[in-house]
């Protein structure tokens, strides 16, 4: 009976292994699944990085990227953040290690300029980052 205890408990901890294993990179700070990190760079200039995993998708990872920079803006009091360098990582992608991408940010306090495509309203990215994630990728990739 011991031995049967000792095989389902272990059976159990190689499934939630293997789950866990197979997961795509959530939003959380850069660990060894991938993740966010930044750096302030300038008064009001941040890098900003996110890397998913290899089963992390592309919409998701462009969600949580700019997620961050709304994230960073606020944080430092401002309203709206304007994307200056950007580098996208999607070769990485094609060998499943993940792929990700970085950006240089200045953020601004006020009104959203009209007609920057490279400014977001980080208020606005907050609500409404993952159903327009398509969206925001189109206009990264437009840069």
Not at 71 to 85: L, M, P, R, S, W
Not at 101 to 128: C, W
Request: glycine share 10%; hydrophobic share 40%; with cysteine.
């Amino acid at each position: 009976m011991k031995i049967k205890s000792i095989s389902y408990i272990a059976g159990v901890g190689v499934f939630v292994f293997l789950m866990l294993a197979g997961c795509a990179t959530p939003y959380q700070p850069f660990s060894g699944m991938g993740g966010y990190w930044d750096k302030k760079i300038g008064e009001n200039t941040f890098q900003v990085f996110f890397s998913g995993n290899g089963y992390t998708s592309r919409d998701a990872e462009y969600a949580f990227f700019l997620h961050r920079c709304a994230e960073v803006t606020i944080a430092n009091g401002h309203d709206y953040f304007v994307i200056q360098k950007y580098d996208d990582f999607e070769l990485l992608k094609k060998h499943d290690t993940g792929g990700g991408m970085q950006a240089d940010i200045n953020t601004f306090k006020g009104d959203l300029p009209a007609g920057n495509p490279a400014a977001f309203d980080a208020h606005q990215v907050l609500q409404k980052n993952a159903p327009n994630a398509k969206e925001y990728k189109k206009v990264l990739l437009s840069k």
